[in-house]
């Protein structure tokens, strides 16, 4: 049994790496937002219009409960889902937590262009952007921060990256006798 979740702010590249380490390993892949959508029938920007962001963080909530009880996977959490409820905990509890580590600059970098489908970014123009990301991820630290595992995410820009990243994250797990 193996359940790996990867946790980060949004454009940390959970998504990604996680995808590719997945496959590499021959585990299944679950991107926690994609899977709420799916079983609600609407993009996380209609549930935060029509919950509100609390309504949001409750399904995000139950549902982290739900893939917490799959075995042999790969979930990328949304970039705030480590800071609500009792959700870290539900995780640590699960399986191992990796927090993907990358600096605003590189965050602000890949969010300029990445905006639209996330409804806390899609209404801030770039230098509001350039501030929240700071503001936010000093306020969510303490939360990533309960994450098992810390590993530096700032090169994941082509395919080349990814799989060295894919291979570091393997030898993280190993060494620290997580996989
Ligand atoms: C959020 C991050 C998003 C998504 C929602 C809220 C956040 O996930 O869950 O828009 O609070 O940081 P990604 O980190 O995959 O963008």
Redesign the pocket.
Known sequence: MKRIFLT?????G??TLGRAFARAKGLEFI???WY?EERHHRT??EL?DKLG?EG?RRV?SNLLREVAEFENVVV??????P?FLDNMEVMNRAGVTVFLDVPVDVLFRRLKV?RS?????AQKNDAELEVFIRE?LER?MPYYGQSMLRFAADRLEDRRQIEVAVTQLSELLETTGKE
Request: glycine letters at 16%.
């Open positions: 980060g702010f949004m454009g940390a959970k998504t991107d926690l937002d709420i996380v920007s935060f962001e949001f995000e990328a959490t949304g970039g705030g889902t800071c990445a489908s996330r409804p806390l970014l936010a969510r």
